[in-house]
């Protein structure tokens, strides 16, 4: 484990538990919304709280990513330093015998269908569980069956924490105030940033430095051609859209076009009124993700021809 896990864990664990009216117990202890850069790991962070699980505490129960890689990888640094195994609770697995493993007090992933099932039907002890993680904050909302499940548990059981993951910061950002919303829907009252230029994991990084080989490949003829076609028609989409008085046009410029980050600029300026738009004004904001796809798609010839032809 780098160094910069370690102080991660210990701000996340030293964070008292906090009640609705500001005092203590009520919320957890330990409960909070991590959010990291991309790149630093989130699968060790998350397989080093694993090695802190404790049985006696109660069962820890991990909601299974969407993402297979990230769960292989859990698994995959967690057997590298610990002899114990996480398993899977599964629908394949009869009621009665899930019911002894929620009291067993080790550590499992489980998908939210069931957990959500077990819940409504009591077939989960809730007294026994110490905590939940999840994995995905950043596709969360106040309607998501995470946050239905984390309603529940808390209500049968006060003292069992919630920790939620995110290693997808920009995702963090998209619509009106995510991450705070975010973290209503947990009922969590404790954010921890861990960007890449925080004095911890910048000292890391530089400790051993990678070296960084730049090389690049000019465009054909063709391809330039291409990409000039395409910037003129985002162009007279991005003029159409300055017409509408709708979003700020300091920010609807060609160059910002080119970033992955535009979509997400021009619908948080819309998301608030985007019932109220026309059915023009929602074409041009479709037609723009679509131009800058292309345009992102066009240096990687393979997947510039699939999505062409499909």
């Known amino acids: 484990m780098v160094k910069f896990h370690d102080h ?8 008292p538990p906090i009640s609705k009216n500001g005092g203590s117990g009520g919320c957890g202890i330990g409960s909070g919304l ?12 998350i397989s080093s709280l694993l090695l802190l699980h404790s049985p006696s505490a109660g069962t820890l129960l991990l909601l299974s990513p969407s993402s297979p890689s990230l769960k292989s990888q859990i698994l995959h640094h967690y057997a590298a330093v610990s002899d114990r195994r996480i398993s899977e609770i599964s629908a394949d697995i009869p009621a009665h015998h899930r019911l002894s493993l929620y009291s067993s007090g080790d550590a499992f992933f489980i998908t939210t269908r069931i957990l959500i099932v077990d819940l409504l039907n ?23 069956t995470e946050a239905f499940i984390v309603r529940i548990l808390r209500s049968l059981n006060r003292n069992v924490y919630i920790r939620a993951f995110s290693d997808k910061p920009h995702a963090m950002v998209s619509g009106f105030a995510k991450a705070e919303r975010t973290m209503k829907c947990l009922g969590i009252r404790r954010l921890h940033l861990w960007p890449r230029f925080h004095v ?11 070296e960084v080989v730049d090389v690049r490949v000019q465009m054909s003829k063709h391809m330039a051609g291409i990409q000039t076609a ?6 007279a989409c991005l003029k159409e ?17 080119l970033f992955k980050s535009f979509d997400e600029i021009v ?17 041009l904001v479709s037609d723009l993700k679509s ?3 292309l345009l992102d798609y066009l240096v990687r010839y393979v997947t510039f021809c699939r999505l062409i032809i499909n």
């Open 241 to 257: 859209m300055r017409k509408t008085n709708k979003v700020d046009i300091e920010d609807l410029t060609v160059e910002n076009g």
């Open 8 to 15: 991660m864990i210990s701000d996340l664990l030293d964070d």
């Open 34 to 45: 991590v959010i990291l850069s991309s790149g630093l790991s989130l699968s060790k962070l």
């Open 267 to 283: 619908r948080r300026q819309l998301d608030p009124i985007w019932h109220t738009l026309g059915r023009k004004t929602k074409q």
């Open 230 to 235: 395409i910037i003129e028609v985002m162009d």
């Open 200 to 210: 911890y994991v910048s000292e890391e990084l530089e400790r051993d430095a990678p």
């Open 291 to 293: 131009l800058r796809k």
């Open 122 to 144: 009591s077939r989960l002890p809730a007294s026994s569980v110490a905590g939940l993680l999840i994995l995905a904050a950043h596709s969360l909302s106040e309607t998501s």
